[in-house]
């Protein structure tokens, strides 16, 4: 008699357990879906804003081709428009873009429904950074893109009604990381050594499957290119024995300085910054206003993202020695400015300057080695990520004989750089970036995240 409730409740449990098994199932499809299609359009949308870019950056060398003059009116005037555009409709555009993305994979459910990571912010975010290229912004692509590519991500979760984790805006970024450089082991590194806190295991397999989707879309579109130029040389072991700690030293003071001003913009710890804070678009014109005179004193070098620059340093040409004071001035005044623009590119242009310096001091050493032991120098004093620089610098042009140079020089100018500013700059602005926060316009200008 008492069989038969007995396999009553089994059969039920057995049914109950073969319905949660199948629902799971059904997430995880729709999950890998969301993960698939985001990363896809993502790709595309890359390398879309990548060629718009490269665009618009022309204009303002063909504005000053006209009339020399031109950008000392031209470029305040967009600048403080954009920023008072970005001040008073999408404030979550401001900045690089990156800190944002840190912010919202610590709160990934609040995150997903605020503005910090919609499809309304990442198109503002788009508009604002090619409009801030077009006025001579020295400024770069990737950080936006991160931002775009996470907003991208969440939206096709969303759409298909899959639960917000911290790795939905790991896993976006990254893929932003990777096509934007076509770089995709950097796009992994810079998920583990920037966006993510925690790092599980099925993070990791979300992020790598993005990033792999991601870099086939770019490499489908266009090619296998080498993103900063070609450097084959190698360095003898005597010879980066004595530049990595040069190079180290001198790349992670700079750095430092840099991130340490725009924190201190950020926080407002200082009086300059709290008076620039009350007068947001005054402030960005004089901004805009050194942008030009600089871009007028160098003849356009320090306009723009720097790519081409960076390049011709890269494959070993000689340059200008006033690049790198030039482009560090540029830079900063274009990231304290609050304009929507990245900080990567603009940095390793900086860094090639930088190590554009080094070369007249070691003449028997390959210029091109040199200069990346600048660049990675000064990009880990700003960012303080020396896995995700040396990645990127390998993969991005072929230097896969001064790897060992390059970690050497990357970790002195991490160590460097932490005596000058402890705060590492991303995590340092996310903090002004939490989903917590929806400031006002008037109420927090500073957006140089």
């Known amino acids: 008699m008492r069989t038969k409730p007995i396999l ?20 995880d499809i729709r999950r890998r879906i969301a993960m698939v299609s985001g990363a896809v359009l993502l790709g595309m949308i890359a390398l879309a804003f990548a060629a718009a870019g490269d665009r618009v950056q022309p204009l303002i060398f063909a504005l000053a081709a006209r009339l020399w003059w031109l950008p000392v009116l031209v470029t305040p005037a967009a600048f403080a428009l954009i920023v008072w555009t970005a001040n008073r409709y999408f404030p979550e555009s401001r900045g690089s873009g ?159 300085l840099f991130a340490k001003i725009i924190l201190a913009a950020s926080d407002r710890t200082a009086g300059w910054a709290r008076r620039a804070a009350r007068r947001p678009v005054v402030f960005a014109a ?83 080695a040199v200069v990346m032991m600048g660049m990675v120098a000064y990009f880990v004093g700003v960012v303080r990520a020396p896995l995700t620089a040396v990645i990127i610098l390998i993969e991005a042009t072929a230097a896969r004989g001064v790897i060992v140079p390059l970690f050497m020089t990357a970790l002195i100018a991490d160590w460097t750089s932490a005596q000058i500013c402890p705060t590492r700059l991303y995590h340092g602005l996310s903090r002004q970036m939490l989903p917590a926060k929806n400031p006002r316009a008037d109420g927090d200008p500073q957006g140089i995240a």
């Open 98 to 256: 990156i800190p944002q993305i840190i912010a919202a994979a610590r709160h990934p459910e609040q995150a997903a429904k605020s503005k910090l990571v919609s499809l309304r912010t990442a198109c503002a975010k788009l508009g604002l950074t090619l409009a801030t290229l077009a006025a001579g912004g020295s400024v770069g692509r990737e950080g936006p893109t991160v931002q775009v590519s996470a907003a991208i991500m969440v939206a096709m979760h969303r759409l298909l009604k899959v639960r917000m984790t911290a790795g939905v805006f790991i896993a976006g970024g990254a893929a932003g990381v990777a096509a934007a450089f076509n770089t995709p082991l950097a796009g992994i590194a810079f998920a583990i050594e920037e966006l993510a806190a925690a790092y599980e295991q099925r993070v990791a397999v979300l992020t790598m499957g993005a990033v792999m989707i991601a870099g086939l879309v770019s490499l489908s579109v266009a090619g296998d290119y080498v993103y900063l130029g070609v450097m084959r040389d190698t360095l003898p072991v005597t010879d980066a024995l004595l530049i990595a700690p040069i190079a180290g030293i001198g790349g992670g003071l700079a750095g430092g």
């Open 286 to 368: 004089v901004c805009g206003l050194v942008v030009a005179l600089v871009g007028i004193a160098t003849d356009g070098a320090t306009w723009g993202t720097g790519y081409d620059v960076t390049k011709f340093l890269v494959e070993g040409n000689q340059g200008k020695l006033w690049f790198f004071p030039a482009k560090f001035t540029a830079a900063l005044a274009s990231t304290l400015s609050g304009a929507p623009g990245g900080i990567f590119a603009p940095s390793l242009a900086v860094g090639a300057g930088f190590g554009n310096l080094l070369t007249p001091a070691f003449p028997d050493s390959p210029a091109g």
């Open 8 to 27: 009553s409740r089994l059969t039920r449990l057995w049914l109950l357990r073969l319905n949660r098994r199948a629902r799971s199932e059904v997430v």
